[in-house]
């Protein structure tokens, strides 16, 4: 079903919704003008699609190890910091540089993640206990957030705030097929590290005794998690910004069709992420204003609803 899923939307993507002729007629167009028509496929279209496929893939599966690590159905990549401190990072880069130059954009957010996962190393120490790293985490999600609103308050003009914010609420829009493997390549590789980690994160679910007598270091799985995740997730935002709820909500999804097994949602987490930021991205393209919305608003307003229902059904449940 999520093969399916994914596979249609890739289609609808590249073939039906126009990302510079609203609703055109691929097939009419390659008919006129083949090169125009393999430009608006290969330049335009593909890399955007690409795009949504890495970076949804990513936050699904990086959002399965992370809740897997915390054993907490409400934890997202977003815990590690690393998120945060890539859009400071892009965010200070812009400012220096302007954001018409991508790959020193791409620079900064991968300097300002590393800089996160660096302090958040840091912080934890080295036997890194779960706790530890959710404190440390949470710590620099704010303080990188603090500081990029403080960067934004202080923008040299109106125009520099107004790119800042939009690149912030996540975007694929005019986005080359370098940048779609700058992130695609990354993602890729942590999603297959992480796939290697999977037999300890369900060991884990058994709880940390159960985890060590079945020869797992427990230290040594938080940092790769952690590390991995940030790694990836940290390439993704360099190019797109930052997206929330994707992370959060394809692991819940991919659990119910593992039996709740946490390692084994790994790879379903991955494909279900891919479709559900593929089918926002359509949404948006098709979103009657007159203009691209932030992918980030559309998934933020489908997935802030149902983050607070996951909150109330919990408390229901644990309701004596």
């Known amino acids: 079903m999520t093969r399916r899923l994914l596979l249609v939307s890739l289609v609808l993507a590249l073939f039906v919704f126009s990302l510079a002729l609203p609703w055109s007629d691929l097939g009419a167009l390659m008919a006129q003008d083949r090169d125009l028509g393999w430009a608006v496929l290969v330049d335009l279209r593909l890399p955007r699609a690409l795009l949504a496929i890495f970076y949804g893939a990513m936050l699904g599966a990086s959002g399965a190890a992370i809740q897997a690590l915390f054993a907490n159905p409400l934890a997202s990549p977003d815990l590690t910091g690393t998120t945060s401190g890539a859009a400071l990072g892009a965010v200070v880069t812009a400012y220096l540089f302007g954001f018409s130059a991508p790959l020193a954009l791409s620079a900064g957010a991968v300097i300002g993640a590393l800089g996160a996962l660096v302090l958040l190393l840091a912080l934890a120490g080295p036997r890194a206990e779960t706790a530890t790293l959710l404190l440390a985490g949470l710590a620099i999600s704010a303080l990188a957030g603090a500081l990029t609103t403080l960067a934004l308050a202080l923008a040299p003009s109106p125009f520099a705030f107004y790119d800042a914010y939009d690149w912030l609420m996540g975007s694929l829009v005019d ?144 309701r004596p």
């Open 175 to 318: 986005r080359s097929l370098a940048q779609a493997a700058f992130a695609g390549l990354p993602a890729l590789l942590a999603i297959a590290l992480l796939l290697r980690l999977a037999p300890a994160l369900d060991a884990l679910a058994l709880g940390e005794e159960v985890a060590q007598s079945l020869g797992h270091n427990l230290a040594s799985v938080r940092l790769q998690a952690i590390c991995i995740s940030a790694f990836g997730v940290g390439a993704c935002v360099a190019i797109c910004g930052a997206i929330g709820f994707i992370g959060l909500v394809a692991p819940i999804f991919a659990r119910r069709l593992t039996g709740g097994h946490p390692g084994r949602a790994v790879l379903p987490a991955a494909l279900i992420g891919a479709g559900l930021l593929t089918v926002a991205d359509l949404a948006v393209r098709a979103a009657p204003l007159g203009r691209t919305l932030p992918i980030g608003v559309a998934t933020a307003l489908v997935g802030a609803p149902f983050f607070l229902w996951l909150v109330a059904h919990m408390r229901w449940r644990l």
